[in-house]
């Protein structure tokens, strides 16, 4: 029998606002346990929650650019259930009324576009950290109040390959848009997936079960496959789904119970009495709209009609939002697109792989790398001397111009002298000389890699090439 797949997924990003949502204290990573906390954020009695305003921002940020309709006026709702790691009893969350609704993004895959519906994004307060080890049981409350997004997609994903493009789409909007760094080490981007298969081209659902708090991208596509085929093992075998909450084990690769309906929270909403409402007009939405940065699929394209690069390159150029602000940066200086790509997606990237920068803390400037193109463009130095010369400015911080002049770098493209090397070359391999001489061409990288080794790399190639077959005759 053939099944359809169903998936759907929630998502949960800390925003990187300087403070939490419903009080002044820092929200910070990796700081001593407990030590960021206050009244509001502890649940003490009588203590009054007052909303951050940037996580507001920051929600209608992410609403416009996932196409969602910005709702005038949302309410908070309080979220009940007791567990250690949160003092107040509940979170403050929203429920009925979140403030985004009904959006979408476009998922790419094996060359095909497919428009995945988010149902909403709404705005709640993380809890705190619980620490298990073999002694007993740590809290660290820094996290609590910390402001989230939670973004709910529609059962619109048919494959875990699907449910992969997905995160990997929303974490590349969300950074795009700057509201959460998206470390995933640090948890500041989280996923819950829901998953349900279904006979082939049933319009009703099957029962589902959810993963949860999965730590990268590539195990909840772990895990889902996994989940299809227990599935699909289990209806096959004609027994039903158990509606349940399941943990991947990357160690064994098989999904564990967590717990099921029967002990499901009833979480007994209700509206949040210590806040007001939260009321969005025109101008706060266009407000935000305008300090929205050109969307990643919008620029990708511009790069493909405006350079005419592939649907390839302009990828890689815009998969971060700081490779293309870099690349465009280099253009300002130099305006030879082809070129910059070409040393931006191969060397720099390589080069910052391996001082383990940033591109936007890249030892060598868009200008400076402009400069180096510069020389290699007008054929004073040659491509090897330049991919040296990058890593030299990395490493000393010096222009490529101190560099090329003080090892003097230049290409070597004197007539006179390249000619005396090759001689000298040939006389140093007879045998190879004479097979060379009798048509065996394919020596001529032998002999054309010689003069670049005697030369450090600085012969230039093209006149080399030249000056070889002319004394052959040719
Ligand atoms: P809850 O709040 O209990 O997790 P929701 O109705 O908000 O439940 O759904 C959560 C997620 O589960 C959504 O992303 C939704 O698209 C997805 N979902 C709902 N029903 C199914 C199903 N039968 N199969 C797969 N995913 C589902
Ligand atoms: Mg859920
Ligand atoms: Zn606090």
């Known amino acids: 029998m053939d099944?359809?797949?169903?998936?759907?997924?929630?998502?949960?990003?800390?925003?990187?606002?300087?403070?939490?949502?419903?009080?002044?204290?820092?929200?910070?990573?990796?700081?001593?346990?407990?030590?960021?906390?206050?009244?509001?954020?502890?649940?003490?009695?009588?203590?009054?929650?007052?909303?951050?305003?940037?996580?507001?921002?920051?929600?209608?940020?992410?609403?416009?650019?996932?196409h969602c309709h910005i709702r005038p006026h949302s309410t908070f709702a309080r979220k009940n259930y007791f567990y250690p790691d949160l003092p107040k009893g509940y979170q403050i969350s929203q429920y009925n009324d979140p403030i985004c609704y009904g959006g979408y993004v476009d998922i790419h895959i094996n060359g095909n576009s497919k428009r995945i519906g988010l149902t909403r994004i709404h705005m709640e307060e993380d809890a705190g950290k619980s620490m298990h080890s073999e002694g007993g049981t740590l809290v660290d409350l820094n996290r609590c109040g910390t402001p989230l997004l939670e973004i709910v997609s529609e059962p619109d994903m048919t494959s875990p390959e699907e449910a992969y493009a997905y995160l990997t789409k929303i974490k590349q909007i969300v950074r795009y848009t700057g509201v959460s760094d998206c470390n995933m080490e640090e948890g500041s981007i989280r996923c819950d997936a829901n998953i349900s298969l279904k006979p082939k081209g049933q319009k009703e659902f099957g029962t589902r079960t959810e993963l949860k708090n999965m730590n990268s991208f590539r195990n909840i596509e772990r895990a889902l496959k996994y989940e299809v085929e227990r599935q699909r093992a289990i209806l096959e075998s004609g027994e039903s789904i158990i509606q349940q909450t399941l943990l991947w084990d990357e160690q064994s690769g098989q999904t564990k119970t967590m717990r099921t309906k029967e002990d499901s929270h009833d979480y007994r909403y209700f509206p949040e009495p210590d806040l007001s409402p939260v009321f969005v007009d025109k101008d706060w939405i266009e407000s935000m709209q305008v300090t929205l940065p050109e969307f990643p699929d919008v620029r990708k394209q511009r790069f493909i009609n405006d350079f005419n690069f592939s649907d390839e390159d302009a990828g890689v150029l815009t998969s971060e939002k700081e490779i293309a602000d870099y690349f465009e940066a280099v253009l300002r200086y130099f305006n030879k697109p082809k070129l910059v790509l070409n040393w931006v997606r191969t060397e720099i990237l390589r080069m910052l792989y391996e001082t383990g920068k940033s591109i936007s803390a890249s030892p060598v400037s868009p200008e400076a790398l402009a400069r180096l193109l510069e020389y290699l463009d007008k054929n004073i130095i040659t491509a090897l001397t330049a991919k040296a010369v990058i890593d030299e400015m990395a490493a000393s911080g010096k222009s490529a111009k101190t560099i090329i002049e003080e090892k003097g770098l230049e290409q070597i493209s004197d007539t006179g002298k390249l000619e005396t090397l090759i001689d000298s070359i040939f006389r140093e391999n007879e045998a190879l000389t004479r097979k060379l001489k009798e048509g065996e061409t394919k020596l001529m990288g032998f002999f054309i890699g010689q003069v670049m080794r005697a030369t450090k790399g600085q012969a230039d190639q093209v006149l080399t090439r030249k000056l070889i077959n002319k004394k052959l005759g040719l």
């Open 3 to 66: 099944w359809d797949i169903v998936i759907g997924l929630e998502m949960h990003v800390q925003l990187n606002t300087e403070t939490k949502a419903f009080c002044s204290c820092k929200v910070s990573y990796g700081d001593t346990p407990n030590t960021n906390v206050c009244p509001v954020c502890l649940g003490y009695p009588g203590s009054l929650p007052v909303l951050n305003k940037e996580m507001v921002n920051s929600a209608i940020k992410l609403g416009l650019v996932t």
